[in-house]
């Protein structure tokens, strides 16, 4: 396997709420390498969105260590952050919390590309439609409001904004748990040709083993801030080692049935 592009270390994280301390994150160890999608699955409040959230630095850690690309992500600061930013990109479930809802598609892809100085203004129409046509939407639909299109456009158009900065790794947070069957598939194909054409890795996060085995190469699963279990996916699912992976299988009669 390809020297790891993202490597995760004994991270840890408290919260302190109403008296009472939860371990989000107790010594969580992973590594992604270039091509391969790892998910993250787990209860929920097993921690997934924590870690997911101190890999963009969105969530301040207590201790541990995230290498990626060869840099130390927790030392970056100012322009130095800002540009690994850029290469690591994330898609969260509900995009239109992540969106202004009265922002159009064509400003929502354009703020990445001013931002990130990834194409000049006057290139940025032409490169607009391109991502809109990467992700399988027509270029028309630059000119209408977030709250105007559907759900699964607007997971399309949340994924164009993430592949709009040619991004090294892309974070998937529960990314199509929100889209009803039909439309979910639709977005994983999406994922899996967009992985095929340009071998960007992903951390994807679910709690349906159905997707996971449909997605991911590898999985950890995280129970209390602990990863209990790590392997290949197909193995991990067709045969569970911990009580937790267990529980998850058992409470996913489909793909037993499948299997
Ligand atoms: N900002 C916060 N303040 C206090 N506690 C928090 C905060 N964020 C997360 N937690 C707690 O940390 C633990 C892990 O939460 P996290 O959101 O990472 O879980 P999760 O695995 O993503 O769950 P879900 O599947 O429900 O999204 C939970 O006990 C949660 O209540
Ligand atoms: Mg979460």
Same mark, same amino acid.
């Given at each position: 396997?390809?020297?790891?592009?993202?490597?995760?270390?004994? %991270?840890?994280?408290?919260?302190?709420?109403?008296?009472?301390?939860?371990?989000?994150?107790?010594?969580?160890?992973?590594?992604?390498?270039? $091509?391969?999608?790892?998910?993250?699955?787990?209860?929920?409040?097993?921690?997934? *969105?924590?870690?997911?959230?101190?890999?963009?630095?969105? *969530?301040?850690?207590? $201790?541990?260590?995230?290498?990626?690309?060869?840099?130390?992500?927790?030392?970056?600061?100012?322009?130095? %952050?800002?540009?690994?930013?850029?290469?690591?990109?994330?898609?969260?479930?509900?995009?239109?919390?992540?969106?202004?809802?009265?922002?159009?598609?064509?400003?929502?892809?354009?703020? #990445? %590309?001013?931002?990130?100085?990834?194409?000049?203004?006057? /290139?940025?129409? /032409?490169?607009?439609?391109?991502?809109?046509?990467?992700? $399988?939407?027509?270029?028309?639909?630059?000119?209408?409001?977030?709250?105007?299109?559907?759900?699964? &456009?607007? &997971?399309?158009?949340?994924?164009?904004?993430?592949?709009?900065?040619?991004?090294?790794?892309?974070?998937?947070?529960?990314?199509?748990?929100?889209?009803?069957?039909?439309?979910? +598939?639709?977005?994983?194909?999406? %994922?899996?040709?967009?992985?095929?054409? /340009?071998?960007?890795?992903?951390?994807?996060?679910?709690?349906?083993? +159905?997707?996971? @085995?449909?997605?991911?190469?590898?999985?950890?699963?995280?129970?209390?801030?602990?990863?209990?279990? *790590?392997?290949?996916?197909?193995?991990?699912?067709?045969? #569970?080692?911990?009580?937790?992976?267990?529980?998850?299988?058992?409470?996913?009669?489909?793909?037993?049935? @499948?299997?």
């Amino acid at each position: 396997m390809s020297a790891p592009l993202l490597v995760a270390s004994n %991270l840890q994280k408290r919260f302190d709420s109403r008296g009472r301390t939860v371990a989000a994150l107790d010594d969580v160890n992973f590594e992604v390498a270039p $091509g391969e999608t790892l998910a993250l699955v787990g209860p929920s409040g097993s921690g997934k *969105t924590t870690a997911a959230r101190a890999l963009m630095r969105l *969530t301040e850690l207590d $201790g541990g260590d995230i290498h990626f690309d060869g840099e130390d992500l927790l030392g970056l600061k100012g322009a130095r %952050l800002r540009a690994v930013r850029a290469r690591l990109q994330m898609v969260f479930q509900d995009p239109r919390a992540a969106f202004n809802p009265r922002a159009t598609v064509a400003r929502v892809l354009d703020d #990445p %590309l001013r931002i990130h100085g990834i194409a000049p203004r006057g /290139e940025r129409p /032409e490169a607009i439609a391109q991502l809109l046509q990467r992700v $399988g939407l027509s270029p028309d639909l630059a000119s209408r409001a977030i709250h105007e299109i559907s759900g699964g &456009q607007r &997971q399309r158009v949340a994924i164009a904004r993430a592949i709009a900065t040619r991004p090294r790794l892309i974070v998937l947070d529960e990314a199509v748990s929100a889209l009803d069957v039909s439309v979910r +598939g639709q977005i994983l194909e999406l %994922l899996l040709d967009l992985q095929r054409s /340009e071998n960007i890795p992903y951390l994807f996060i679910s709690h349906d083993l +159905g997707v996971v @085995r449909a997605i991911a190469h590898r999985v950890a699963i995280m129970d209390k801030g602990r990863i209990v279990e *790590t392997g290949r996916a197909a193995e991990v699912i067709a045969n #569970p080692q911990s009580d937790t992976g267990q529980a998850l299988v058992a409470a996913a009669p489909k793909l037993r049935h @499948r299997a």
